[in-house]
């Protein structure tokens, strides 16, 4: 074996091929990416934003739906390709940035993307963290792993139930590692996100729900009478718990969206503010 085949598991490098630093796959089953693009459902009104166009597979079927596409890329060599690709095209423009250092569009905006694994919780929290972003919707091709994690019943990370306030974060199907150049390692998933036409918290307040959902969330498996403790009295929680249907033994990452919506409307109507918990400084981290 040359050492040009070798494979060095410290960089990732295999079959010659450099390392994938940006965990970024591209995708070449032409059928699957079709696919993608239907489950976006773009009108020709649509402003859609690729994260991590790669050679622009699937910004050429997306610039034929789209009103426009603003392809971001980081790789100087898939800008070349890119660059190529799109000369003829004029309702896309790429953009050469760090994914995580762009600018949302001011304008309401679809994510259509087969984002790099190494930053997909970054690009999630991007997307969501803040309701009022003029973002819609989203169809995301991530790692299977990311995927399970951000639509479980079970939920073990707060700022996952304050994204689904405001959207509905849905598991679409299983997309093969096989569909992808260079292959990763596991298999990826199809996530699709939509704005809920009603949110369970107003946008408004919706520091006022990440205080508190921050405040529950110091172990997720703290049985919920824990979790409510030194914001709701002993009295509030007895109550609360009989109009959620809940019993003792039920951690928090168990509770429903809806269930977090009756929580959140009870602390607001009869826990004086003094007693509402606050967001850790830094929590949320501005993109």
């Known amino acids: 074996m040359t050492r040009k085949k070798r494979i060095y598991k410290k960089n990732k490098i295999v079959r010659g091929e450099p390392p994938n630093y940006l965990g970024q796959h591209l995708m070449h089953n032409k059928k699957l990416l079709l696919k993608i693009v239907n489950e976006a459902a773009i009108s020709p009104n649509d402003l859609i934003l690729e994260l991590g166009a790669g050679k622009g597979a699937l910004t050429e079927i997306l610039s034929q739906r789209a009103k426009k596409v603003l392809a971001v890329e980081y790789d100087k060599k898939f800008i070349k390709i890119l660059e190529k690709k799109i000369a003829n095209t004029k309702n896309t423009k790429i953009i050469h940035q760090d994914i995580l250092k762009i600018k949302l569009p ?21 997307l969501l963290n803040y309701p009022f972003h003029p ?39 299983d997309i093969s590692r096989r569909n992808f150049s260079p292959p990763p390692r596991v298999d990826s998933a199809l996530v699709k996100i939509c704005r809920k036409t009603n949110p369970i918290v107003p946008y408004r307040d919706y520091l006022i729900f990440w205080g508190l959902v921050d405040y529950m969330y110091k172990n997720y498996q703290f049985p919920i009478d824990d979790a409510l403790k030194g914001v709701f009295t002993a009295q509030q929680i007895k109550r609360l718990k009989r109009i959620l249907r809940i019993n003792n033994d039920i951690p928090v990452a168990a509770l429903t969206e809806q269930q977090w919506g009756i929580i959140y409307e009870t602390m607001v109507k009869y826990v ?13 981290k501005h993109f």
């Open 272 to 284: 004086p503010k003094f007693r509402w918990p606050k967001i850790r400084k830094g929590k949320l």
């Open 135 to 173: 973002f819609q919707k989203g169809v995301i091709v991530m790692e299977k792993g990311a995927a399970k994690r951000f639509t479980s019943n079970y939920v073990k990370d707060s700022y996952i139930i304050a994204w689904r306030m405001w959207f509905d974060i849905c598991y679409v199907r």
């Open 106 to 126: 001011k304008e309401p905006f679809v994510v259509v993307s087969n984002i790099p694994y190494a930053i997909t919780t970054p690009i999630m929290k991007k």
